[in-house]
């Protein structure tokens, strides 16, 4: 069984490179359905309203799909689930959302991440960061063009992807609930670039190999 989880910024290329990883390996990909989340545009025009209803959806979304991974065995999912409390807690300490909101989800996030006696581990078998500089964040989400993320939108949104980059460095480092692994995603561009491309997912297959993962 193997499990594996990106992670990073937005646009960072965690759903291209799930896409390619899930085709490689010849497993279930999970996407987080950004089209179909109807809090995620409301968020966008109001963050100290809905920061704490969307991550409730979330973490309801995410769960439900972590649930589905173990019973598939092989899975990649596109965003960890360990990701969606740097949002809540950076709008926390912004002044954007209130404290009181932040404890009552994090405490049922840990309640619902909390491995029960005879029940499988929610942790996944890898955990594979993308670091993005501010510069390729800000192109990519551009040339993905959902528009309640661009710049055009709401010019403030350049200073929370800056706050929220800053935020990720820290919280890769800490995290520990499972072997992880970086990507460069500002050095190889493995949606275009065939070679990029099979030198990322070997990269991907010499840690699963190490990690007993990979026959
Ligand atoms: N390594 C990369 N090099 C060049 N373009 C990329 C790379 N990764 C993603 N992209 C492009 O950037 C945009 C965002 O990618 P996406 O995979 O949706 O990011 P995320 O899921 O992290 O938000 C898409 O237009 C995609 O084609
Ligand atoms: N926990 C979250 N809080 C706020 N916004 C979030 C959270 N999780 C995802 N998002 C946003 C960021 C993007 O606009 C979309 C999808 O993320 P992506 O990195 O493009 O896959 O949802």
Do not use: C
Request: proline share 5%; net charge negative; glycine share 6%.
């Amino acid at each position: 069984m193997t499990v594996i989880v990106l992670s990073g910024p937005i646009g960072a290329g965690k759903s291209s490179l799930t896409s390619l990883l899930a085709e490689h390996l010849g497993t279930q990909a999970f996407y987080e359905g950004v089209d179909n989340n109807p809090i995620l545009p409301l968020y966008y025009k109001d963050m100290a309203h809905y920061t704490f209803l969307l991550n409730t959806y979330l973490l309801n979304h995410r769960l439900a799909q972590i649930n589905q991974a173990i019973r598939d065995h092989n899975s990649v999912s596109d965003r960890s689930i360990y990701e969606d409390a740097l949002f809540f807690k950076m709008n926390v300490d912004s002044g954007i959302a209130d404290p009181t909101e932040f404890k009552i989800y994090d405490s049922l996030l840990e309640n619902m991440m909390e491995q029960a006696p005879g029940n499988p581990s929610k942790k996944p078998d890898l955990l594979i960061y993308i670091h993005v500089s501010l510069d390729t964040m800000l192109h990519r989400i551009q040339k993905r063009g959902r528009t309640f993320e661009q710049l055009s939108t709401d010019p403030g949104l350049k200073d929370y992807y800056a706050r929220l980059l800053s935020y990720y460095e820290p919280w890769y480092e800490k995290y520990n609930a499972s072997p992880k692994m970086m990507i460069d995603g500002d050095k190889y561009d493995f949606v275009a670039d065939e070679d990029a491309r099979k030198e990322v997912i070997n990269t991907i297959d010499q840690k699963l190999t190490d990690l007993g993962n990979l026959n």
